[in-house]
């Protein structure tokens, strides 16, 4: 079975600073996706970025780029530069690409909140 | 493009009353699927449908019921409402192997 871990309840960073959010994940299957999306105090979700398991380069979208170690089963996201409106919660994902069905939805880990601190 | 619209966005039922909350989107993904999001669980599968007439069940089904009589619309129906079903409710689309699931705005239910 496929399983998201984000081992990081809630983090603060200073403004300006980069931070990174960890993510490890365990499947079996060779072709998968792994996602990332933010969710503010507003409650929708908001996609960042996507990893495909073949993808030679790490995945990079503005100030938010996904370190994808894939032998370590890692897809961590690291946002920049932190603004006040980076405080959210935020969920990494993962979707098996090869099959339909069920396990053609996303997975989710339980999320990481990170407040940024003025 | 609305994307994936949901409505209503906030609910309160009482315990044992039945409802519909609705999802609809206007971009013809094939996809579509209805997740729970409770507190310190992030979001998990209810029910999902690979297109038209096609449905199953996900990760928590049971209470809920869905149909997909066309490729827009995928409502998730409440038969008879349990204090454990207070929850916010996503919507989300997608093609079969899309690189992005958009979701919806969310509905919050409280059952009461």
């Known amino acids: 079975a496929q399983k998201i871990t984000q081992t990081q309840p809630g983090m603060f960073v200073q403004e300006k600073e980069a931070v990174t959010l960890d993510c490890t994940y365990d499947?079996?299957?060779?072709?998968?996706?792994l996602f990332w999306y933010k969710q503010p105090s507003s409650g929708e979700m908001i996609f960042l970025i996507y990893q495909g398991s073949y993808d030679e380069q790490n995945a990079t979208e503005g100030r938010y780029s996904l370190n994808f170690q894939k032998a370590r089963k890692s897809a961590n996201l690291v946002i920049s530069a932190s603004q006040l409106g980076d405080s959210a919660m935020y969920f990494c994902a993962m979707r098996l690409m090869n099959y339909g069905g069920s396990q053609g939805n996303l997975i989710f880990g339980k999320g990481t909140k990170l407040s940024v601190k003025p | 493009n609305a994307g994936v619209t949901q409505t209503p966005k906030f609910q309160v039922l009482k315990t044992g009353q039945s409802m519909t909350l609705q999802c609809a989107q206007d971009?013809?993904?094939?996809?579509m699927s209805w997740y729970r999001q409770d507190p310190g669980m992030g979001l998990r599968l209810i029910h999902y449908?690979?297109?038209?007439?096609?449905?199953d069940q996900g990760e928590v089904p049971n209470g809920y019921n869905v149909s997909r009589s066309t490729t827009e619309d995928f409502p998730l129906r409440l038969l008879s409402a349990a204090p454990s079903q207070t929850s916010v409710y996503f919507c989300a689309s997608s093609y079969p192997q899309g690189k992005t699931q958009y979701f919806g705005p969310g509905t919050r239910l409280t059952v009461l």
């Open positions: 499947t079996s299957d060779q072709s998968y996706g």
């Open positions: 971009m013809n993904h094939e996809y």
């Open positions: 449908s690979v297109g038209a007439g096609i449905t």
